[in-house]
């Protein structure tokens, strides 16, 4: 089926930055399709970015300007690249599909934002 291992959290202070990493393999992911979600706690999982097709990426519109998400075709992964981080982006991050159903969840990467 396939697989994803988010890596790249950690404690950053506000105004920070930060990037992720997704390393995706199997048939049922493909990063020209691939996204970001978050889930802060006590909160669903949101869509942060993705790419939807055609090079074209989407965003939410809270982290417009500020995230951008990116790829490496050659090493099947996937990237997220976070400045100015502010305290509401505190959450676990996780990549999956971006487009159509979703396929197994990885185990996320926690990314604090505190001074």
């Known amino acids: 089926q396939g697989q994803v291992v988010e890596s790249g959290g950690g404690l950053v202070q506000p105004g920070g930055s930060l990037r992720l990493s997704c390393a995706a393999s199997g048939s049922m992911f493909s990063i020209y399709t691939m996204g970001w979600y978050r889930q802060a706690p006590g909160k669903q999982r949101d869509l942060v970015a993705r790419?939807?097709?055609?090079?074209?990426?989407d965003y939410a519109p809270s982290v417009k300007g500020r995230f951008t998400i990116s790829r490496d075709n050659a090493k099947n992964t996937v990237y997220l690249q976070m400045n100015s981080l502010k305290p509401e982006d505190t959450a676990v991050y996780y990549c999956?599909?971006?487009?159509?159903?979703?396929?197994?969840w990885g185990q996320g990467t926690q990314v604090t934002v505190s001074s």
């Open positions: 790419f939807i097709g055609g090079g074209s990426t």
């Open positions: 999956n599909r971006g487009v159509g159903s979703f396929g197994p």
